[in-house]
């Protein structure tokens, strides 16, 4: 078998072809690893993406002194009610879904109002105790007058009975067990201040009850 001869010349040229392959190849290497470099630092510098707020429907509850949503129905509900205040209803309420959030107590006469009045913006609705006269057009047109309590609506926290302490403005059941409970302790009150030391009468409270009381 005849043996094959690589001169000297022919040898280093096969090896220097070989190491600049090698070279190649290393650099190759450097260039792709620099750009994956690159692309990481890249997406790492890049802005966050922000969701949008969410947004949810709520439903109309008592005012907060927050202006009202655009086309909702303002109204002030006042007298027999446990929760006299600032109402925002749906348009076309009527007058049961304004007392429906106010919750009208015990002694409130309902007969004498239109329950199915629709009730326009900025409207006051006092809510009667029975045998009290009522304004028929306080659900359709805004008062421009406030309501004044008779002198028979004061009662006397120390004769009073449950039942009658529940017909104070701000004053439920719970409140009239605790103010007797307190009145059978105590003997008697001797003033109207003295309110504030029943469990569940506060400051706010006893303002709101003081023109409906006495000793």
């Known amino acids: 078998m005849a043996e094959i001869i690589v001169d000297g010349g022919v040898r280093g040229r096969l090896e220097e072809l070989v190491g600049r392959r090698r070279e190649v190849r290393v650099v190759a290497l450097l260039v792709i690893v620099a750009g994956v470099v ?108 406030t309501s004044t309590e008779s002198p028979g609506t004061v009662v006397n926290v120390n004769t009073a009975d449950e039942a009658l302490l529940d017909t104070i403005p701000e004053v439920g059941p719970a409140t009239a067990q605790a103010i007797i409970e307190y009145r059978t302790q105590i003997g008697t009150f001797t003033s109207v201040e003295q309110l504030i030391d029943v469990t569940g009468i506060g400051p706010a409270t006893l303002e709101a009850m003081r023109p409906f009381v006495t000793v």
Not at 47 to 60: C, D, E, L, N, Q
């Open 38 to 145: 690159a692309l990481v630092v890249w997406m790492r510098g890049a802005p966050a993406t922000i969701a949008p707020p969410a947004t949810s429907g709520a439903p109309f509850a008592p005012s907060t002194g927050t202006p009202a949503p655009e086309g909702a129905t303002v109204v002030h509900v006042g007298g027999a009610v446990k929760r006299a205040g600032i109402f925002e209803l749906e348009p076309g309420a009527r007058v049961a879904d304004a007392l429906e959030l106010a919750v009208p107590r015990p002694n409130a006469d309902l007969d004498a109002l239109n329950l199915a009045e629709l009730v326009s913006d900025g409207a006051k609705i006092d809510v009667p105790r029975r045998g009290e006269a009522v304004d028929s057009a306080q659900g359709s047109a805004p008062s421009t007058t």
